[in-house]
């Protein structure tokens, strides 16, 4: 990987302003810190590896367009993932929720998670699908804060900060997502509710 | 002694790490003596193991992409593209949309002729209901202003009769008789008769019978007086003031005043 976060919000401004003097190469520097960390937002979202890439480069297009109305002093890291998150759920708002409805007729039966045959590998490949199809059930601030605990391993702070919410918050939706996923769950894992 | 943590948001903060080292001695402790919360642990941690597990799938997936490549394809698109808003100019055309798009020729058509018709209406101004421009008059009206006119001469006629008839019987005077000798009782006397006739078809209503009547009269006496002449004896004059005096005719004149005046203000 080559990603290297931004550290410390001198860099970051220097960094903004080199972007509005129309610098090329601070442009790129700012996408090769963050474009890795979107990508996962996305690919957690929505599972699909050409998804998430169009998120990226629409992300970095939009930071660019928007480009004047960084606040100097705020976290970019922060602000890169909150045009991020924005992108990801208007995306999935206008092309996954037809998708949603048809998989929601669709029974978790039929990744038949529980076949005796299947290897250990194999189970936990499909109860990875399982999780993925159970996190797209979710509402959209349960899943957003669920993928950046789990996939992007942000801490309960950095998502306080990137959804503009306070961190008891952050804790008592990412709780009510694992109740939500605990109970779609339990009857494929054998664990009672 | 903890109470169960099932359903506790703090097994979850456990799970992740995210409780203090005395908090989690004590989740320790509780999940020693609790197998319901025991078996609540291993559920999560399936869960979060998931979680974990397409995490590692997509650290697979994130190998594939070129990540060197990526920032270079996104810096293209802003800076080195073609500003697509700006209209081409299509070379020799004066509009080239006419050219190819029906709809906006209908809608400049629309535009053109729009402005035409406004320009004119507004030229010739905007023309709303117009106040009537000829006398108007309710035919009651009219026939009460004729009634009043009729009256209003009438009186006029007999005012001068009278005047003429009292200069003409009254003892002559040296003045009186001088008029009448150099013509100027004459010309008042075919004046009265002119005024008569122009009166007539006015005295012709019903309400004007009684005037009418006395007009007649005092149009005889008036026209005999044109007819005798400027050179009537004293003994002619007697003969036409005996006339006016047995025919009451002063007084009857008088009447007839009075009632119209009388009229005039009933009308008012």
Redesign the interface.
Known sequence: ???TALQGGQQAAGLIDRIRA?D?EA???L??SY??KV??LA??FFGN?EDA?DI??ET??RL?QKIDTFRSGYSLQSWVMQIAKNLCIDYFRKNYRRRKELESDRGLDELNLAAPENGAASR??E??D???RCIHKLADKQRMI?VM???N?FQ?EEIARILNIAPGTV??L??KA??N??SQ??PY?G?SK | MKTCLKDKQELVAYLLGDLGKVEAEAVDRHLEECASCRREKEFLKKIFNGAGAAHRHMEKVMATVDWEALPERVARKVFDRPDVRRPEKAEGRWFPAFSFRPAAVGLAAGLVFGALAMFFVLRSGVRGPQPPTGFYASPEFLDRAELELARRETLSYLDKSQALLLDFVQPASADSTELWREGFGQQQAQALLTKKKYINSQLGRRQMAKARAICDQVELLILELTQVGRDLTGQERAEIRDRIEAGQLWLKINLVKKELENSERESL
């Open positions: 990987m080559t990603e129309g090329r442009f790129k520097d996408i090769r474009q890795q990508f996962q690919y957690a590896r890439m990226v480069q970095f297009l660019h936990a490949a109860l990875k399982i999780l993925a669920f605990r789990h996939y391993q309960v804790k008592s990412h709780f694992v109740q996923l605990k769950l339990s894992l664990v």
